[in-house]
C-alpha cells in the first residue's frame, strides 16, 4: 500500500496498527502519540483531523478484526496526546468518542474489550467534557454490564468507575435524556445490569446538583422489579437506594403523588414479600404525608392492602397493612362535601363488596368496617348506592364467622334506623324503604339457603333486635310472614321466632310488652304478632301463655281437638313444655299456686296434657300439676262470674272484642295449611 492512502500515517505504522500481536500494535501507537504530540506543537490541526478520519475509516469501520483493535488503541493514543493540550481535544471529541462506542457492539469480544480500553483513556483526559457523551456511554455500558465475556465486563467496570467519578466531580449532565434512556433499561431482567443501574441510581442520587428524584415515576416502576431479583446483594442494593428515595421525599415541599401512587398500588399484591412490604411501606407514609391527596386513591388502595390483612401473610406485612388501612380510615371523617373532595364512593363500594367474598376472616371484617365508617360519615350519600351494595351485605350473613356476621348485621341495622333526631325526612324515608325491603330480602334468604334458619336464624334475629329495637324486627317480621304464600315456611320461621321470643334475653323487653296488655299499643303489638303465629298452633298458644291470655288459650285448646295431630305438633308440645320448666315461664309457674284467680291457666295446661300421650313430657306437665292445690274445685271458678281476674289478667276492651276475630283468622290459617298439606301429598303420589 502506498503511504499517500494512508496519510499521515506511515507504511509502518499502517503495518504495526495491522499486526496480529499487542505488543506491535501498542508500538505503532506509542508512535502515532508522539506524531500527535509534533502535529499540536506544529498547531497542525488539519493533519490531526486527516490522522483521526485515517483510524476511523481505514481501521475502526474495517471488516477485519486485527485493524480494529489497532485503530481503537491509535485512537487512544492520539486522545492522550491530545490531552496535554485541553483545548484541543475539546476541538476533536465529537470524533474521537463515537466510533469508539460503536464499537461496544462489535461481534468480537476482544475489539469490545479494546474498546473500553480506549473510552477508558479518552475519558482520563477529556474528564468533565465526556459529560456531552454520557447517555451514550451510559448506554454502553449498561450493556457491556451483561457481556458474556469476563475480560469485557472487567474493563467495562473499569471505565463505569471512572464515569461515576467524573459525573461526581463536575454534576452537570442531560438529565432528561438519561432517565429516558434509565426507563427503559430499568426493565431488563440480566442481573448485572440490573446491579449497574442500581450501582448508577445511588450514585446520582448523592449528588446534590442532579435532582433525580423529580424523575422517580419514570423509573420507579422498574425499581420495583428489581427488588424481586433473585440476587440478595441487587435486592439490598435496591431496598437502599428505595429507602433513602422514601425519606428524601418526606423532605420534600411537594412530590407527585397522582404519577407515584398508582405504581404502589400494583406492587402492594405483589407475590413477592419484600416487594410487598416496601409498596406498603410507601403507601402508610404516603398517606400521613398527602392526608387528604390520598383520598382519590382509596378505593384502589383498599383494593391492594385490605387482601393482606390475610393471617397466612408474613406478619410484618400482615401487621403493616392493617396500620395503613386503619390510617387511610382515619382520612374518611369529615362528612362535608369539601371535606371529602376527591374521593370516589362508588369504586370503593364495589371494592369493599368484592372484598366480601375474601377467604380472609380479616379482609371480610376490615371491608365491613369500612363501609359501616362511611354509612356513618355520609349515609345520604350510601343510599344512592344501596342497591348495589345491599345483596352483597345479605349474602355476607351467610357468612361462617360470627365476627362477620355481627358487623354485617351492624352495617344493615345502621342503614335501617332513621336520623336520631328526626331531622332529615328524606333519609329517614330511605332507611324505612330499606329496613322494609331488608327485611322481605333476609326471609327469602331463610327460605331459600338450606339450614341458614336453623344454624343461623336465631343468632341473626337476636343480634337484630339488639342493634335496633326487638319490637321493630318482630313487627316487620310479622308482617311480611301473615303475607306470604310458603305456608310451610311461614310455619317454621314462627316456630323459630317464638321460641326466640321466649328464650332469648335480647327479647326481655319485648316480652315484658307484652306482659301488660291494658295499654292500646302493647295489645296492637300482640294482635300483629298474634296472626303469623297462627301458622304454628303451639306457638300461638304459646304466645297466649307469654300474654296471659289465659281464658283465649283455653279456645284455642277446643280448636287443636280438631286438627289433625302430627308427629311434628306432638313434638312442638314437647318442646313448649320444656320451655314452661324454663326461668321465663316462673311467673306461669308461680300463678299455678293462685289456681282460683288463674283457672283458665289450669284448664289449658290440662288440656295440653289430653292432647299429649303418655311420654315424657307428658310427665313433666303432669308432675308440676299435681302440685297445684286443690285442682278440682278450682275450676268452678271460670263459670264464677262474680270472682273478678286479677289485674295481670285484666286486657283492654278492644282486646276482648278482638279474640273472637282472632280465633275465625286461626281457623281461616289452619284451613289454609291443612289444605296445602293435602295437595303437597297428591303431588308426592303423582
Known sequence: MADKDYSPLTSSLVKGLNEKLYDKR??????????????????????????????????????NTNSRKGGLIGLAGTAIALGQSGEVLNEFLRELIPPVLACFEAPDSRVRYYACETMYNISKVARGETLAFFVRIFDGLSKLAADPDSSVKSGAELLDRLMKDIVTEH???????????????????????????????????????????????????????????????????????????????????????????????????????????????????????????????????????????????????????????????????????????????????????????????????????????????????????????????????????DKVVLLDLEVLAEVSTPSPDGSTAERDKNSAAFFDKFIEDLLQLFSTDDGLLEKRGAFIIRHLCLLMTPERIYRALAGKLVADDDLEFAGLMVQNLSIILITAPELYPLRKQLKDLSKPENCSLFIALYRPWCHSPISTFALCLLTQCYDHACDLLQKFAELEVTVGFLVEIDKLIQLLESPVFTYVRMQLLEPQKNAYLVKALYGLIMLLPQSTAYHTLKARLDCVPIIISSLKYIEDTSNKPPAYLQHSKELQAAFPELLAHFDVVQKRRAETTVQRHRAGIE
Not at 289 to 316: C, T, W, Y
Open 171 to 401: 454534576r452537570v449532565f442531560d438529565i432528561t435524556n438519561f432517565v429516558g434512556l434509565l426507563s427503559e433499561r430499568i426493565f431488563s431482567v440480566n442481573p448485572h445490569t440490573r446491579q449497574f443501574l442500581v450501582s448508577w441510581l445511588t450514585v446520582l442520587d448523592s449528588v446534590p446538583d442532579i435532582h433525580l428524584l423529580n424523575y422517580l415515576p419514570n423509573f420507579l416502576n422498574g425499581l420495583f422489579k428489581i427488588l424481586s431479583d433473585q440476587s440478595g446483594e441487587i435486592r439490598r442494593g435496591c431496598e437502599n437506594i428505595m429507602t433513602e428515595f422514601l425519606r428524601e421525599l418526606k423532605e420534600k415541599d411537594e412530590v407527585d403523588f397522582a404519577a407515584i401512587v398508582p405504581i404502589l398500588i400494583m406492587y402492594c399484591q405483589s407475590q413477592d414479600q419484600l416487594t410487598k412490604f416496601t409498596a406498603i411501606t410507601w403507601v402508610n407514609e404516603f398517606v400521613a404525608l398527602a392526608k387528604r391527596k390520598m383520598l382519590p386513591f382509596v378505593a384502589e388502595l383498599l383494593g391492594s392492602i385490605l387482601p393482606s390483612l390475610a393471617s397466612e401473610v408474613d406478619v410484618k406485612i400482615r401487621d403493616l397493612a392493617t396500620l395503613t388501612n386503619q390510617n387511610l380510615m382515619k382520612l374518611v371523617t369529615d362528612p362535608t362535601d369539601n371535606g371529602l373532595e376527591g374521593f370516589n364512593l362508588a369504586p370503593t363500594l364495589s371494592v369493599l363488596t368484592l372484598q366480601f367474598l375474601s377467604k380472609s376472616i380479616p379482609t371480610r371484617v376490615a371491608s365491613l368496617r369500612w363501609v359501616l365508617k362511611l354509612q356513618r360519615c355520609m349515609p345520604d350519600s350510601i343510599f344512592k348506592h344501596i342497591d348495589e351494595i345491599a345483596p352483597a351485605l345479605l349474602r355476607t350473613l351467610s357468612d361462617q364467622t
Open 26 to 63: 501498542k508500538n505503532a501507537a506509542l508512535e502515532i502519540e508522539k506524531m500527535v504530540k509534533q502535529f499540536v506543537a506544529a498547531n497542525e490541526k488539519t493533519k490531526i483531523e486527516q490522522l483521526i478520519s485515517v483510524l476511523r475509516r481505514e481501521f475502526i469501520f474495517s471488516d
